[in-house]
């Protein structure tokens, strides 16, 4: 059954390119939630980051910036010509744990304004801050 609640929107900016951004996309795009939009913003995008946008562009809105503006400038400007209701920001190096990730954040937005989602760090460093193991 097609979940329509409250329009969402995803916005995700990078710098350059992520490893795990086509297969956050993927998971987004396939997500049963229908009532969702997906904004992309790329500063000073690479090959791979730009297959991806290639790959993704009659999905997911992409501005591309030849040059870096960082990330607040990438949200700013997703929010003013975002139309949901409910806004996700999302960095591009999560991997989501639901396959209806969309629809349970729209539950848990029921009554409250804003939410935080923990995001649980699932790589081991290799190296500390003084440089030893």
Do not use: H, W
């Not at 059954?1 to 992520?18: R, T």
């Not at 400007?77 to 409910?86: D, F, H, L, P």
């Not at 209806?100 to 029921?110: K, L």
Request: proline residues 2%.
């Amino acid at each position: 059954m097609p979940l329509e609640g409250k329009k969402v929107s995803v916005v995700i900016p990078v710098y350059e390119n992520s490893d795990l951004l086509e297969e956050l996309l993927e998971e987004l795009t396939n997500d049963s939630y229908e009532n969702k939009e997906i904004f992309v913003t790329i500063d000073n995008p690479n090959e791979k980051s730009l297959e991806v946008a290639r790959k993704y562009g009659d999905k997911v809105n992409f501005t591309l910036n030849e040059q870096r503006r960082g990330k607040v400038d990438a949200l700013n400007n997703a929010v003013k010509i975002s139309e949901g209701e409910i806004l996700v920001f999302l960095d591009s190096d999560v991997k989501l744990d639901s396959k209806e990730f969309i629809a349970v954040i729209e539950r848990e937005m029921e009554g409250v304004d804003i939410l935080d989602i923990k995001k649980e760090n699932c790589k081991r460093l290799l190296y500390t801050k003084n440089g030893k193991l």
